[in-house]
């Protein structure tokens, strides 16, 4: 009984969903178009078409392979003994024992990398780099504060230099 009506409640709630996908279109016949007839007929077509073509059936065969690979069936049947893991991990036993260490140090040192010096590091580069930006503005600045005062004070020592000698010039007696 509650077989059947499962099986009336699936069969509204499709007839519903293919009413709402298809609208109130109709085959050729006149009936209803039926999602589950046109999906049959796509998949047939495909499988026709696959079958035709030899590359097609070779990688269907691969991909029935790689399915029954990944299969977790299968795969517990491949696993490794315990035996041999316990092998494995007294073959390994002093790297293992060295990045154990490793850990403990970076552990003991975890609260110096939740410091707000670290976490705040990326705002302080922001303005060191925006305070960069203005030290070189600056030196910019400065150089070519510095280059003008130069000229400027080159040209006065000329003036000078040459105020000097002709006046020397004049005072000196002439031979």
């Not at 009336?8 to 298809?22: C, G, I, P, T």
């Amino acid at each position: 009984m509650d077989k059947n009506l499962e099986t009336d409640n699936l069969e509204m709630r499709l007839q519903a969903l293919e009413s709402r996908v298809y609208g109130e279109r109709r085959n050729k016949s006149g009936k209803p178009v039926k999602c589950a007839e046109s999906l049959a007929r796509i998949q047939a077509g495909l499988t026709n078409t696959a079958n035709k073509r030899e590359r097609v059936k070779i990688l269907h065969k691969k991909i029935e392979d790689l399915l029954k690979y990944l299969d977790p069936q299968f795969t517990d049947h491949i696993t490794v003994p315990d035996a041999m893991k316990l092998e494995f991990i007294l073959a390994e036993e002093d790297f293992l024992l060295s990045q154990a260490a490793l850990l403990e140090q970076v552990s003991s040192l975890q609260p110096l990398l939740d410091s707000t010096y670290i976490r705040d590091v990326p705002e302080h580069a922001t303005k060191l780099q925006r305070l960069s930006q203005i030290h070189i503005k600056e030196q910019v600045t400065a150089r070519s504060h510095f280059l003008s005062l130069f000229a400027s004070h080159c040209h006065c020592l000329v003036y000078s230099y040459m105020f000097f000698y002709r006046t020397k010039l004049k005072l000196s007696p002439r031979k």
